[in-house]
């Protein structure tokens, strides 16, 4: 049950632009939101994560937005450097036992 | 502290071998999850244990797989019987249970499985 997509596996961008990576998901008790990074030959790391009280998260250079009513979350990364060339995960939780992963995304940011 | 550490970081079987998979969490973390990652696939939930509490399990965890965390520290994944099937990078991660962190599970690089 593919409960958490990312349909786009793959997307290239040109370094100091942004990149807008989507996610979408067909539970509605989701609860939590999360984005991973993975370089080859590592563990996935966190880097945002948003409630789903929230429409809106921001760290730096990343901003997740989460749209509710049509389940679906994105990332934004403004601007892109090539150090964010990794495949990018989107998951989401209802609660804290369970966590459901997208198949990611593979982000290309060329100099 | 090192970060959630896997050991073997490789492992390669023959089918109908059984294999285990260590998972040492990052200390102070009383939550530990096991996935199962293919090829082009993001990870899979397989398990969840809070301390030495196994509170979740995939209905993907057939028999011939069995996790435990003995002492509520590191845990155990082992595959009975091998198959060709269960060839995947199996991870495990590891979050605290208060604090701002306890929604973010910390990765290890995972144990690549390769069944021939």
């Known amino acids: 049950d593919q409960q958490v997509k990312q349909n786009s596996p793959s997307l290239s961008v040109q370094e100091g632009r942004i990149s807008i990576l989507n996610c979408d998901y067909t539970?509605?008790?989701?609860?939590?939101f999360l984005w991973y990074k993975k370089y080859p030959a590592e563990g996935p790391t966190f880097l945002i994560s948003?409630?789903?009280?929230?429409d809106k998260n921001e760290d730096g250079r990343f901003t997740v937005f989460l749209n509710k009513s049509a389940k679906h979350l994105s990332l934004h990364i403004v601007p892109s450097q090539p150090g964010d060339s990794a495949v990018y995960f989107c998951?989401?939780?209802?609660?804290?036992?369970?966590?459901?992963f997208g198949s990611g995304t593979k982000l290309n940011v060329k100099p | 502290d090192t970060g959630v550490s896997q050991d073997p970081r490789h492992k390669i079987t023959k089918r109908g071998q059984n294999v285990t998979f260590r998972c040492d969490p990052i200390?102070?973390?009383?939550?530990l999850y096991w996935y199962r990652q293919t090829l082009g696939q993001g990870p899979e939930f397989l398990t969840y244990?809070?301390?030495?509490?196994?509170?979740?399990k995939s209905r993907l965890l057939s028999d011939r797989f069995s996790a435990e965390r003995p002492k509520g520290s590191f845990s155990t994944l082992e595959i009975q019987r091998t198959e060709q099937g269960d060839s995947a990078m199996y991870l495990c991660?590891?979050?605290?249970?208060?604090?701002?962190?306890?929604?973010?599970?910390?990765f290890g690089a995972g144990t690549r499985l390769s069944v021939l």
């Open positions: 991660a590891s979050s605290p249970s208060i604090g701002a962190a306890k929604n973010i599970q910390y």
């Open positions: 948003i409630s789903s009280i929230k």
């Open positions: 998951a989401a939780s209802e609660g804290f036992n369970k966590f459901y």
């Open positions: 539970n509605s008790m989701f609860d939590y």
């Open positions: 244990f809070q301390n030495e509490a196994q509170l979740e």
């Open positions: 200390s102070e973390h009383n939550r």
